[in-house]
T-cell receptor
Framework: GDSVTQMEGPVTLSEEAFLTINCTYTATGYPSLFWYVQYPGEGLQLLLKATKADDKGSNKGFEATYRKETTSFHLEKGSVQVSDSAVYFC???????????FGTGTRLQVTL | DAGVIQSPRHEVTEMGQEVTLRCKPI?????LFWYRQTMMRGLELLIY????????DSGMPEDRFSAKMPNASFSTLKIQPSEPRDSAVYFC????????????FGSGTQLSVL
């Protein structure tokens, strides 16, 4: 079945540090890949997505590239801010079941 | 649009009591999802509906859980009887169709079963 594996958190960084959160997936078919972010006390919201191999999704300084050869979709940001502190979820959707499969989430904590 | 609206925001109940969680999806959205979030298990899909019809309920933990969607603007998730291990945050989400579109999440219901 479809699955998403994320690096375990929490990830603690100082402001302006470089961020990488690893995500790999297993899927039948050709999934679309997503990163969702959950700020404290809120529901998840879409951060970025990529729908086919080699696509790069980007938003708010975050980027992720769909790598079919390594079945990965790692999230990166060049310079994190305290306001980026949140839980980040990698997810996939093959469209066949019309439902998202989420990873377990990675908590990011950014300190001054 | 007000987004996906869930109620109550917080629910504290005693073991054995019935709990009903409510969700109003975004107007015009045809698909609705119920998720449960815990520290141990992360985000789990419980059930989803398309055009008010349950499509996949394989994530519903057991018979104590039931979900309904009587119309396009309202869904409920009921737990009867509730148990302490049901304590979690329950999220409702909706999206316009069945395609590869983003989900819009509500703010969740924090359920505590004592």
């Amino acid at each position: 079945g479809d699955s998403v594996t994320q690096m375990e958190g929490p990830v603690t960084l100082s402001e302006e540090a470089f961020l990488t959160i690893n995500c790999t997936y297993t899927a039948t078919g050709y999934p679309s890949l997503f990163w969702y972010v959950q700020y404290p006390g809120e529901g998840l919201q879409l951060l970025l997505k990529a729908t086919k191999a080699d696509d790069k999704g980007s938003n708010k300084g975050f980027e992720a590239t769909y790598r079919k050869e390594t079945t990965s979709f790692h999230l990166e940001k060049g310079s994190v801010q305290v306001s980026d502190s949140a839980v980040y979820f990698c997810a996939l959707d093959t469209g066949t079941a019309s439902k998202l499969t989420f990873g377990t989430g990675t908590r990011l904590q950014v300190t001054l | 649009d007000a987004g996906v609206i869930q109620s109550p925001r917080h629910e504290v109940t005693e073991m054995g009591q019935e709990v009903t969680l409510r969700c109003k999806p975004i107007s015009g959205h045809n698909s609705l999802f119920w998720y449960r979030q815990t520290m141990m298990r992360g985000l789990e899909l419980l059930i989803y509906f398309n055009n008010n019809v349950p499509i996949d309920d394989s994530g519903m933990p057991e018979d104590r859980f039931s979900a309904k969607m009587p119309n396009a603007s309202f869904s409920t998730l009921k737990i009867q009887p509730s148990e302490p291990r049901d304590s979690a945050v329950y999220f409702c989400a909706s999206r316009p169709g069945q395609g590869l579109e983003k989900l819009f999440f509500g703010s969740g219901t924090q359920l505590s079963v004592l």
